[in-house]
């Protein structure tokens, strides 16, 4: 049974773990700086310096096989009577990307935007310092809606393959900001891992409006956290609206098929699907949570993703988090070192109806039965990514609609 499930999330992190990696070609290509700093993008004339880039033969450079325009059909402005819409294709070969020479104005906190894609998918909003630093958001868009995002700028996390010298986001360095859609650097993805997005191939449109570079704070929903007399490293709240979980779901009727951004399903944040609490403080449960809703068959594992690569989380000693299952479901939480051994806590489905709150040591996480581990303890600061997998088609148990809502996921650090 377990040994099943390994097997299937072996196939997932690694899969994860390319999301944001593939070495050089994720790497967006480096913009010259342009005199100015620009707080709005509105995209009511022009592209105001987006270009779409690629990396084609290994070479960067502009994407003539791309499209990009302002947009003034009615359904596709969101804000004014304008909006940027970018034409791609997704296709092995190429890794694309939509590009601004960008300088942010001081005293910005926050990037807002709204979005949309004609494909679910995962997005990565990208600024970066001239010197390469790289700071990324990863975030899920659903297909056809218009999402709104807004982060400060001190939550994006130093990219995978990125370093920095000092740790931090100098905004007098950022010479640029880019978005790029996952799909493009998955299908370029080597193997088993290649053949499995296949599907995601094919022509796709991105759409962008009302871009800010904004001085107020948008709301707190991940990093370093001092409340309620805890010193912890929150991964998520949900009280900035921005889905940064990964959908997943693996099948295992002749053989497992792995199946990333599964389109039968729905994430969204709302205050509906938020855990019991005021949300008075980053670490409160309450206010907003993540709804994940689907439709699960009897072989099938759904499962929610979240990278923590580059997080400082040595000091982590326990996991908490907040979930509810709407009908008696098996629930494993796994955590995940860089080499890949998994650790995880079952939810058992006599305790997984309702809200939950899951408050667990990290040494008392147990080794994945296809999992091996050199030293055979779970290594804080090799924690690399953590899933919420509903695993109750390992039971046999019946399958049907189901949701599972999340609030309150933080690290306790000593
Ligand atoms: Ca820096
Ligand atoms: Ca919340
Ligand atoms: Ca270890």
């Given at each position: 049974?377990?040994?099943?499930?390994?097997n299937?999330?072996?196939?997932?992190?690694?899969?994860v773990?390319?999301l944001?990696?593939?070495?050089?070609?994720?790497?967006?290509?480096?913009?010259?700086?342009?005199?100015?700093?620009?707080?709005?993008?509105?995209?009511?004339?022009?592209a105001?310096?987006?270009?779409?880039?690629?990396?084609?033969?290994g070479?960067?450079?502009p994407?003539?096989?791309?499209?990009?325009?302002?947009?003034?059909?009615?359904?596709?402005?969101?804000?004014?009577?304008?909006?940027?819409?970018?034409?791609?294709?997704?296709?092995?070969?190429?890794?694309?990307?939509?590009?601004?020479?960008?300088r942010?104005?001081?005293?910005?906190?926050?990037?807002?935007?709204?979005?949309?894609?004609s494909?679910?998918?995962?997005?990565?909003?990208?600024?970066?310092?001239?010197d390469?630093?790289?700071?990324?958001?990863?975030?899920y868009?659903?297909?056809?809606e218009?999402?709104?995002?807004?982060?400060?700028?001190?939550?994006?996390?130093?990219?995978q393959?990125?370093?920095?010298?000092?740790?931090?986001?100098?905004?007098?360095?950022?010479?640029?900001?880019?978005f790029?859609?996952?799909?493009?650097?998955?299908?370029?993805l080597?193997?088993?891992?290649?053949?499995?997005?296949?599907?995601?191939?094919?022509?796709?449109?991105?759409?962008?409006?009302?871009?800010?570079?904004?001085?107020?704070?948008?709301?707190?929903?991940?990093?370093?956290?001092?409340?309620?007399?805890?010193?912890?490293?929150?991964?998520?709240?949900?009280?900035?609206?921005?889905?940064k979980?990964?959908?997943?779901?693996?099948?295992?009727?002749?053989?497992?098929?792995?199946?990333?951004?599964?389109?039968?399903?729905?994430?969204?944040?709302?205050?509906?699907?938020?855990?019991?609490g005021?949300?008075?403080?980053?670490?409160?449960?309450?206010?907003?949570?993540?709804?994940?809703?689907?439709?699960?068959?009897?072989?099938?594992?759904?499962?929610l993703?979240?990278?923590?690569?580059?997080?400082?989380?040595?000091?982590?000693e326990?996991?908490?988090?907040?979930?509810?299952?709407?009908?008696?479901?098996?629930?494993?939480?796994?955590?995940?070192?860089?080499?890949?051994?998994?650790?995880?806590?079952?939810?058992?489905?006599?305790?997984?109806?309702?809200?939950?709150?899951?408050?667990?040591?990290?040494?008392?996480?147990?080794?994945?039965d296809?999992?091996?581990d050199?030293?055979?303890?779970?290594?804080?600061?090799?924690?690399?990514?953590?899933?919420?997998?509903?695993?109750s088609?390992?039971?046999?148990?019946?399958?049907?609609?189901?949701?599972?809502?999340?609030?309150?996921?933080?690290?306790?650090?000593?």
């Amino acid at each position: 049974m377990a040994g099943r499930e390994s097997n299937s999330w072996t196939v997932c992190g690694l899969l994860v773990a390319g999301l944001l990696a593939l070495g050089g070609p994720a790497r967006l290509p480096q913009a010259q700086a342009q005199d100015g700093a620009r707080a709005a993008y509105d995209f009511e004339t022009d592209a105001q310096g987006f270009t779409a880039f690629s990396v084609k033969d290994g070479n960067f450079g502009p994407d003539g096989d791309s499209t990009l325009k302002v947009t003034r059909e009615k359904a596709e402005a969101k804000v004014g009577s304008g909006a940027l819409a970018y034409g791609y294709k997704v296709e092995p070969g190429a890794i694309r990307a939509l590009i601004a020479e960008a300088r942010v104005p001081a005293g910005t906190h926050s990037v807002r935007f709204w979005v949309r894609s004609s494909a679910a998918t995962q997005l990565l909003l990208s600024v970066r310092e001239q010197d390469g630093s790289d700071y990324q958001l990863p975030f899920y868009v659903p297909a056809f809606e218009w999402v709104q995002v807004a982060v400060n700028l001190d939550e994006l996390a130093v990219g995978q393959d990125s370093s920095d010298e000092n740790g931090k986001l100098d905004l007098d360095q950022v010479n640029t900001v880019g978005f790029l859609d996952l799909a493009t650097m998955l299908v370029n993805l080597p193997g088993d891992i290649g053949k499995a997005t296949a599907r995601l191939q094919g022509p796709r449109t991105l759409w962008l409006d009302d871009l800010q570079l904004s001085k107020e704070r948008a709301a707190k929903a991940s990093g370093p956290v001092q409340a309620d007399g805890k010193h912890a490293y929150l991964v998520d709240n949900f009280e900035a609206g921005v889905v940064k979980w990964t959908p997943a779901r693996v099948t295992f009727a002749e053989g497992l098929a792995f199946d990333i951004f599964p389109a039968n399903v729905a994430l969204k944040v709302q205050p509906e699907a938020a855990g019991p609490g005021m949300a008075r403080t980053p670490l409160e449960a309450g206010g907003k949570g993540l709804r994940f809703s689907y439709k699960r068959g009897e072989k099938e594992v759904y499962a929610l993703v979240h990278t923590l690569e580059k997080r400082a989380l040595g000091q982590a000693e326990r996991l908490h988090l907040n979930v509810s299952m709407s009908q008696k479901s098996l629930v494993l939480v796994q955590v995940k070192e860089k080499d890949d051994s998994e650790y995880q806590y079952a939810i058992q489905p006599d305790n997984s109806v309702g809200w939950q709150e899951v408050n667990v040591a990290l040494s008392d996480l147990t080794l994945g039965d296809q999992s091996k581990d050199e030293n055979g303890k779970l290594d804080p600061d090799q924690i690399k990514e953590i899933a919420l997998v509903d695993a109750s088609a390992l039971l046999g148990l019946p399958g049907g609609d189901t949701t599972m809502d999340l609030d309150a996921v933080y690290l306790l650090l000593k």
